[in-house]
């Protein structure tokens, strides 16, 4: 340990509050990047902690390692915890370890502690969620406590910042002492055991016997150990007789029986002891088999309203502003390629990728409040049930809700979800909820196959054929999770663990902070990817072969003399986007999209959207030469009514090819946004690429069985 610089761990249960306590340590000096050689995330910070007199200041540098009920793990992402706290050359081995301890479940949450502090490093009790605990009449002694462990107990509010700078003194003096007394939980071992733990700490230079016993009941777990040690280690358990699960079972009582008289020394009950009055009386109408249901549903109602209320004035003034700085710049600067690949490529590339910062701000602000006031867990619990018959878990109806405003901010969201088979399954079919990108597409399609009357005096049936589509993606999602689960192996036990969190009234400024992370996630890191491929759409679209573009202009320019300047600039454009290497790959594509009864300018316009769903919209307006507001559905209606088709003479969009089209981009994964954040949430490229491919194969077949069913 450097003079000054100290490196801490910080451990605990989940719903301990230990995120909370890590945001209210670090601030904003925190990063987030990959723990080494596994793809789970890692949240890093420092923080200060001042010295008194002739004490110099510490400067700590924290690491917030994943949630976890105990060390031997039950996830992939859990074995990270062992992996760093058995393995000295680790970098992020700790100096010094932050339990996190739930108050008001004291004597389940020193499990973890006595595990932890039985390494042998030094240890710091951080007493969290004493308010709870007072509500349901326990008072919790932390002197009493401390001087039972012999170890520095800190009492702390992490949610109000309360007790913080006596936690920081707490790990000042456990940092100075450098030791921990080790208390030795488990059982007395037999000789045998005792012969065994000796032999493992001399092969392995280790120098604390519950670290060597963890090598012989962890070792297949740990990434470090190579596999001739995992061998040799295998040997010693068959050469001494060691029983494996007769030891973690026998381990785990005698810790909870000596952890009982500790436990009950320390805390003071008066009256009744069970969750707080409010929380047993709201339980009984949010978790109840028909009315939790309904209010979900209801509250589904009002954040999906205020996504699309609230969402709706920024988003439009970020497109405005974009737009009116592209003019801006387009016109400040002389004409060229420059001009073009500034204004038309990089800046329309940001604006692609600011536009979705409201969404993801107010969903991620929206979902942290239903979180932070304990009302997601009970939505996990009862919907837990439906999803497991598809491969997912509770955990999984956060982001399928959420992607019907938006898959990017959605994906985010599966972040929650501790089993990493069912994240990715999450992740995987989360693109198939049918989100906002969707609707002009929907409403220009529906508007010219489906009738517009009511039914019954009061159902519109054009919004009856949204709604459709909308199941569709649903059950398109459920069936897609299902089919995968067949296919993808579960590497790892199904669990799912869910603390009851007592009910409170949301901290704000952990709200704020953790929509400001994902919209800072979003933008640094997803938004790379998308401006790339932005500029590569902008390259496409641009430029033909040879001069193509310049001799298909001029002959428009000879055939088009009559007419508005606006119907020549439009039939100008779509001249040379037809020329473009964008229109020439609409071509070259056009065999295989013909069966699905889309012709090469309808190929451009399928290319197009993969920048986003709605470019469709714009594409189609252009190829077509419409002039006016590409946003006029009736306008566009109009034309799209009157093209043909050119090997039949009739009408181009017919009911068979519109409702094609739809069923298409129900399940078609047609957005490099969500492409990019699948990117960044699985750490590479093999995910989605697959998710490209599986989501194409279904559009493609769907849209070729609707269209040969109804032509």
Known sequence: MKLGIIKVALIGNPNA???????????????????????????????????????????????????????YPKSRDERVVMDILANPRHPDHPDLIIIVADASNLQRNLLLFT??????IPTVLALNMLDVAASMNMSVNAVQLAMQLNVPVASINARTGEGIDKLKEAVRHAAEKKHSTSFHYFYEPVQSDLAMIEEVKELYHLDNDYVALQYVCQHDNFSFLEQPVRAKLDALI???????????????????????PIVSRSIKKEGITDQPYWTRKLDSILLHRFWGYFTFAFVLLIVFQAIFAWASYPMDLIDEGTAKSIEWVKNALPEGVLNDLITDGIMAGIGGIIIFIPQIAILFA???????????????????????RFGLNGRSVVPLISGVACAVPAIMTTRSISSRYERLLTILVTPLMSCSARLPIYAILIALVVPEYKVLGILNVQGLALLGLYTLGLVGALGSAWLLSLFIPRKEPSYFMLEMPSYKVPRWGHVAFSSYESVKSFVLEAGKVIMAISI????????????????AEQATIVQVKSGTQEQRDAAVASARLESSYAGQFGRFI????????????????????????????????????????TEDVPTIKERLVQEKNDVTGGPMFTP????????????????????????????????????????????????????????
């Not at 306590?21 to 995330?41: C, D, M, Y």
């Not at 012709?599 to 419409?626: C, H, N, P, Q």
Request: proline content about 3%; glycine content about 8%.
């Open 17 to 71: 509050g230990k995120s909370t306590l890590f945001n209210a340590l670090t601030g904003l000096r925190q990063k987030t990047g990959n723990f080494p050689g596994v793809t789970v995330e890692k949240k890093s910070g420092t923080f200060k902690i001042a010295g008194s007199g002739d004490e110099d200041d510490i400067t700590a540098s924290i690491v917030d390692l994943p949630g976890t009920y105990s060390i």
């Open 590 to 629: 056009e065999p295989v999209i013909k069966p699905l009864g889309y012709d090469w300018k309808i190929g451009i316009a399928l290319l197009a959207s993969f920048a986003a769903r709605e470019v469709f919209v714009g594409t189609m307006a252009t190829i077509y030469s419409i002039s006016g507001d």
């Open 115 to 120: 595990e932890i502090n039985d390494l042998g």
């Open 238 to 260: 068959e050469k001494y007789g060691f029983d494996e699960s007769q030891f973690l079972a026998s381990e785990t009582i005698a810790r909870y029986e000596k952890l009982k």
């Open 366 to 388: 929206l979902v942290a409040v239903l979180e932070e006031s304990g009302y997601m867990a009970r939505v996990m619990v009862i919907m837990d049930k439906l999803m497991r």
């Open 656 to 711: 068979a090819v519109c409702y094609s089209l739809l069923i298409f981009y129900v399940f078609a994964m047609m957005c490099m946004s969500t492409i990019a954040v699948v990117y960044r949430e699985t750490h590479g490229w093999k995910w989605p690429l697959i998710q490209l491919v599986y989501l194409m194969v279904l559009a493609y077949v769907s849209a070729f069985a609707t269209y040969q069913l109804l032509s």
């Open 536 to 551: 590569i759409l902008w390259v496409l679209a641009s430029y033909g072969p040879g001069d193509s573009m310049d001799r």
